[in-house]
C-alpha cells in the first residue's frame, strides 16, 4: 500500500477515536480540573492538540526544506 493513502486512513482512524473519547465522557469528566500527576480528560485533550500542532509544524518546515523545531521549542511558547 501507498503510504499517502495509508497515513490518511491512520488520520481518520485518529480523529475518529477522539471523537468516541470525547462524546464517551460525562459531565462530570468534562468539568474536572486535573493536577500534574493525575491528568483530566481536557488536559489529555490539549496535550495531544499541542502535540498535533508541533507535528503540523514539523511537517510545513520539512515540505519547505527548513529543520523542524524541536519539542522543547513548544514548551517555551506555552
Not at 17 to 26: I, R, T, Y
Not at 28 to 57: F, Y
Request: hydrophobic residues 45%; charged residues 30%; without cysteine.
Amino acid at each position: 500500500m501507498e503510504r499517502k493513502p495509508l497515513l490518511l486512513d491512520l488520520l481518520k482512524q485518529a480523529r475518529e477515536m477522539e471523537a468516541n473519547f470525547v462524546d464517551a465522557l460525562s459531565d462530570q469528566e468534562r468539568a474536572r480540573i486535573g493536577t500534574l500527576e493525575d491528568w483530566s480528560a481536557k488536559d489529555v485533550i490539549s496535550h495531544i492538540t499541542a502535540r498535533k500542532a508541533l507535528a503540523a509544524e514539523g511537517l510545513l518546515a520539512i515540505s519547505e526544506a527548513r529543520s523542524p523545531t524541536g519539542s522543547d521549542d513548544l514548551i517555551a511558547r506555552m
